[in-house]
Each structure stands twice: as structure tokens, then as C-alpha cells.
């Protein structure tokens, strides 16, 4: 599987948009590219994937850009229930598995 | 429709002892995976399992085994346990409907050996 790269944390202000950056510059072409946040050492909780479109949700938006290197996971109004660990993760289509690095921990201030 | 849960929430044990942790899937999904994340880390994969046998596995020694029942509910064993066992344990869910298989996480169970 590919390795990401995170900021290992960022401040977003309560009620802006948090853009996540993830560089994933390794990826290869059956490689999707999934986000999973982890609040307070609860079980981690999905967000969004994508393979090489962008994709929207009701909890976030993924934009991947176009040689798939790097993708942006984007909370279009952070609250501050948004406070978390954000993991970006690219798995393999035959790989029913994760591997997690260390993450982004976001801080949304009022 | 319930998610993932697991039992029990938290567990205290000692060194050389033996753990069996539970976990039962979220409906409609077959396949189970456990994960151990220690403190300030992210979660590191342990082994996967599908049809009552264990398909994947991550780089955890055989003192981790595991077991799928037939109503796809998992446990997770941990012999001889060492202070380096001290961990979230997390079981996640997914079904095998082919390519963009998402898991599902539960909410933990926190083992810590004295």
C-alpha cells in the first residue's frame, strides 16, 4: 500500500471551512484513497473515499487532483464537534485492510 | 440497524495472563479485521477474518489468534500478555461485495496490563 503524508496538525475557526491536505505520491491505479477521523480514542469513523473523482457527502467533500498525488478532505463548516484525529489512508482494491500513520489532529476554535 | 459493537468496554489484566476480546459485526457485513492502536498512534492492522478463517494478517505474533463464528461475531485472544499489550483494541466490519469494501469501526475495548 501507499504511504501518506499529513501535517501532523492545523487549527480551523468554528464555523469556516477546514481544508486537510494529504500527499499519497505513490499511489498506484487501483489504489483508493479513504478518510477516517478518530474523536477522543473512540472508534474511528468514516468519512468519505474516492478512486480518482471527487466525491461529496453529507459530512465532507474529497478532492483528488488529477496525476492522484495528493487529495484534499474538506469540512465545509467545522463546528467544533469536528475536533479530531483526521487519517488519510490509501488501500489497495484487493486489500481488505488499513494502514493508518499518525494523522491530523484538527482543533476547531470557537 | 446496530453498528459494530464490542465487549467489554474495558479490561484490566497482568502480565502472562491470557484475553479474549468480542466483537460482533454490523448487519448484512461478513467480514471482520482487528486492529491494536496504543496511546498517540494510529490504529496497526492484526489480522482479518472471512468465512471462519483468517485471511490477512499484519505483523503480530502468535500470541494474537483469532476465531470467526459462524454468525460472522469474531474474537480476538491474546496469550501471555506483556505491558506492551496495553492498547485500544478495535474491530472493524465489512462486507466482501468486491471493490471498495469501507469498514466500519466499533468503539474500542481498552485493555491495560499491569
Known amino acids: 500500500d501507499a504511504k501518506t503524508t499529513q501535517p501532523t496538525s492545523m487549527d480551523c475557526a468554528e464555523g469556516r471551512a477546514a481544508n486537510l491536505p494529504c500527499n499519497h505520491s505513490?499511489?498506484?491505479?487501483?489504489?483508493?484513497v479513504y478518510w477516517y477521523r478518530q474523536i477522543h480514542s473512540q472508534g474511528p469513523q468514516y468519512i468519505i473515499h474516492?478512486?480518482?473523482n471527487n466525491e461529496t457527502n453529507e459530512m465532507a467533500s474529497l478532492i483528488i487532483t488529477e496525476d492522484r498525488k495528493s487529495s484534499t478532505l474538506i469540512l465545509p463548516h467545522a463546528t467544533l464537534r469536528d475536533t479530531a484525529v483526521y487519517y488519510c489512508?490509501?488501500?489497495?482494491?484487493?486489500?481488505?485492510?488499513?494502514?493508518f500513520g499518525s494523522g491530523t489532529k484538527l482543533n476547531v476554535k470557537p | 440497524d446496530a453498528g459494530v459493537t464490542q465487549s467489554p468496554t474495558h479490561l484490566i489484566k497482568t502480565r502472562g495472563q491470557q484475553v479474549t476480546l468480542r466483537c460482533s459485526p454490523k448487519?448484512?457485513?461478513?467480514?471482520v479485521s482487528w486492529y491494536q492502536q496504543a496511546l498517540g498512534q494510529g490504529p496497526q492492522f492484526i489480522f482479518q477474518?472471512?468465512?471462519?478463517?483468517?485471511?490477512q494478517r499484519g505483523n503480530f505474533p502468535d500470541r494474537f489468534s483469532g476465531h470467526q463464528f459462524p454468525n460472522y461475531s469474531s474474537e480476538l485472544n491474546v496469550n501471555a500478555l506483556l505491558l506492551g499489550d496495553s492498547a485500544l483494541y478495535l474491530c472493524?466490519?465489512?462486507?466482501?461485495?468486491?471493490?471498495?469494501?469501507?469498514?466500519?469501526f466499533g468503539p474500542g475495548t481498552r485493555l491495560t496490563v499491569l
Open positions: 489512508i490509501v488501500r489497495a482494491y484487493n486489500f481488505n485492510k488499513f494502514y
Open positions: 474516492g478512486l480518482k
Open positions: 448487519s448484512g457485513h461478513d467480514t
Open positions: 505513490t499511489i498506484s491505479g487501483n489504489e483508493y
Open positions: 472493524a466490519s465489512s462486507p466482501r461485495t468486491g471493490s471498495g469494501d469501507t469498514q466500519y
Open positions: 477474518y472471512y468465512e471462519e478463517e483468517e485471511r
